[in-house]
């Protein structure tokens, strides 16, 4: 995508030089004394206005506008030296350490471990194991072999007793694993089981917890995603008219019946983050939803549109809708979870180690006498020192930059390891030496990222500079509006009318798929028959009418738009794809809010005010010059 990004403004580059002669080096204003070119402007708008959703904001005077702030408030976060506070210099370095993370490794090699962590998503392995824990200090030739009499009998003995028989949690663990795929295993692990037959047991394998074998009992295609819409009545529903179990079967015959299960949802699921799209719920796949019953239950639907029966989870009763099965995905669509995953991963020490071989060969490198290396360095009960060379004599050189013989030997004294005879030997100098050696060609590789890679200089630059308007905003703005209690209050004071409860009646609504019923609700509630009579009454045979009791507002679903609030009972209306009325037993008139209710959208507000203020200062403070013809031929080419 940045690619095409940057492509893509090189090309407006390109149509404003022709259409109007104008120079990406061209100053187009100047804030606060810092020039601003075609060049900076252009990186920054083509990429935000990618990012925008509001097309107002799309508007190149809108955002020229929202530019000259974002400079101004820049300006005024250098001027009072927040790039010079220990905390954001802190922060910034660590975002540093971490963005640099992603511009460091082997693409070729990532790609290799991407493609088959794809490949293993797209399969779930059923497996059993046998782990020989490894004890620090203990022998490793003993549990390789306890680990190779064992494999024989996980092979040929029958899997509950041989786990009854060893399994005791602490050194020896016999284990049924259930299903898995990539990255529910340490990578060794995963290996094993995915390169292992169906039927087969593995020959004994180390990972760092110890010694493993393992048996393939089935792989299966992973089942991917299901979405499905669902209506919920809450176990702890509070509804006089009904219990949580009647209604949910109420709605199911309903929607047998042929009612339109998206209005039914919208009207009485109590889920409402799923109610305001008709029930709809975000595809998942297995164990991303915390109740088997449901999981199970919707991917055991096979047709689009399907009913469940009604089920109970630990949240409530259910009646499930099959929308659609998705397939895992390709390859890019599930890259930016799989790269996070190999991150995490022993994985990426795989990568980590291709990486420092490519710069082995590509930068210049100066090292020292290896086979001498362990004549100049003598170690005793205190730790390392030199001998025969001077501390500050060249040790190695990548490139330009210089390490000394004291560097190493900072390096030695970081082992930790006890003293013991192998210390003075030629193979352990050599051996410290590739690790010394492998850190100072990563460290350069990071220091120089800036140079060497614009891409990465670029996203730099705008985490710095958001960095320092975060910490600006939160001092002036923020958290200047939330301790100014009186000024907070003032404002409420000032716009009552924001903070004010809508209008809303309390009774009864009735709903039904056709206005015949209604009539007939309408003729009994004028008798005085209670609610339950007259669900009873009309749903004796088939499902004809709802009934749902409490008070409601102009936005609750079950209101027709032109509803009038007045007491008494309604005219039967039309709503979605059947009809309601309403015994309205009191209006309840619009109420302000008290202050400690709406703080948080109070303060929001404020805030809002807060910062048009301050920028107005600010414009104030700091000189905008802006360069007309060139700005124009900008917008020119631009259009």
């Keep these: 995508m940045r690619r095409l990004l940057i492509a893509f403004v090189l090309l407006l580059f390109h149509s404003i030089y022709v259409q109007a002669q104008s120079s990406p080096s061209q100053i187009v204003m100047t804030i606060a004394n810092e020039d601003i070119t075609t060049y900076d402007f252009l990186k920054v708008y083509t990429k935000n206005l990618d990012l925008v959703l509001d097309e107002n904001q799309k508007d190149f005077n809108h955002y020229l506008d929202l530019f000259i702030n974002y400079k101004l408030k820049l300006a005024e976060a250098k001027a009072l030296e927040y790039d010079q506070k220990e905390s954001y210099l802190k922060e910034f370095k660590m975002y540093e350490n971490q963005l640099s993370k992603a511009y460091m490794t082997d693409k070729k090699v990532s790609e290799a471990l991407l493609q ?216 890019e669509t599930l890259r930016p979870n799989l790269e996070q995953n190999v991150k995490r991963d022993s994985r990426s020490q795989i990568i980590r180690k291709s990486t420092i071989t490519a710069l082995k060969k590509r930068y210049n490198i100066s090292g020292p006498n290896l086979q001498s290396l362990s004549q100049n360095f003598v170690r005793d009960d205190s730790g390392w020192s030199i001998k025969k060379i001077k501390p500050k004599s060249v040790f190695l050189t990548i490139e330009n930059e210089t390490f000394t013989y004291a560097d190493f030997l900072t390096h030695l004294n970081k082992t930790k390891k006890v003293v013991n005879s192998t210390f003075d030997s030629p193979e352990f100098m050599q051996q410290q030496y590739a690790l010394f050696l492998d850190q100072k060609l990563w460290d350069y590789k990071r220091n120089h990222l800036a140079e060497e890679n614009s891409e990465y200089a670029d996203v730099l630059q705008e985490y710095k500079d958001g960095l320092l308007l975060f910490d600006l905003m939160q001092d002036t703005i923020w958290e200047a509006a939330k301790k100014d209690s009186l000024a907070l209050s003032q404002y409420y004071q000032r716009h009552l009318n924001l903070y004010t409860t809508p209008e809303k009646i309390v009774g009864t609504v009735m709903r039904s798929s056709q206005k015949k019923p209604l009539k007939m609700v309408k003729k009994m509630w004028l008798k005085g028959l209670d609610n339950q009579h007259i669900s009873e009454t009309l749903n004796s045979k088939t499902q004809l009418v709802i009934a749902s009791t409490g008070s409601f507002d102009k936005t609750n679903p079950l209101l027709p738009e032109s509803f009038e609030f007045k007491l008494g009972i309604s005219q039967i209306s039309a709503n979605g794809d059947g009809f309601v009325i309403f015994n309205v037993s009191s209006v309840l008139p619009p109420e302000v809010l008290p202050l400690e209710d709406v703080r948080g959208q109070v303060i929001s507000h404020y805030q809002n005010e807060l910062e048009t203020q301050w920028i107005e200062t600010l414009k104030q403070k700091f000189k905008v010059k802006i360069h007309p013809e060139v700005l124009q031929n900008l917008k020119n080419g631009l259009k």
Excluded: C
């Design 116 to 331: 088959e962590a794809f490949e293993r998503t797209a399969t779930e392995v059923k497996a059993q194991h046998i782990l020989i824990r490894i004890q620090p200090g203990q022998d490793t030739l003993t549990a390789y072999k306890t680990i190779q009499s064992l494999r024989p009998r996980l092979i040929n003995d029958e899997f509950s007793a041989l786990k009854k028989e060893l399994h005791n949690g602490k050194s020896i663990f016999v284990e049924d694993l259930g299903y898995f795929s990539a990255f529910k295993m340490v990578y060794d692990f995963e290996n094993a089981a995915f390169n292992t037959a169906v039927g087969s047991v593995s020959e004994p394998f180390k990972t760092q917890f110890g010694y493993h074998v393992v048996k393939v009992l089935d792989k299966r295609a992973n089942r991917g995603q299901v979405e499905v819409a669902h209506i919920m009545i809450s176990n702890s529903k509070k509804d006089s008219t009904t219990t949580p179990e009647q209604r949910i079967n109420e709605l199911h015959r309903l929607v047998i019946q042929g009612e339109n299960f998206e209005d039914l949802a919208k009207q009485f699921s109590d889920d409402k983050s799923s109610a305001v799209r008709g029930g709809v719920l975000k595809p998942f796949k297995s164990g991303e939803i915390n109740s088997q019953i449901f999981v199970e239950t919707a991917f055991g639907l096979t047709d689009l549109g399907e009913i469940s029966d009604p089920i109970q989870s630990k949240f409530g009763w259910h009646i499930i809708k099959l929308i659609g099965k998705r397939p895992i995905g390709d390859f």
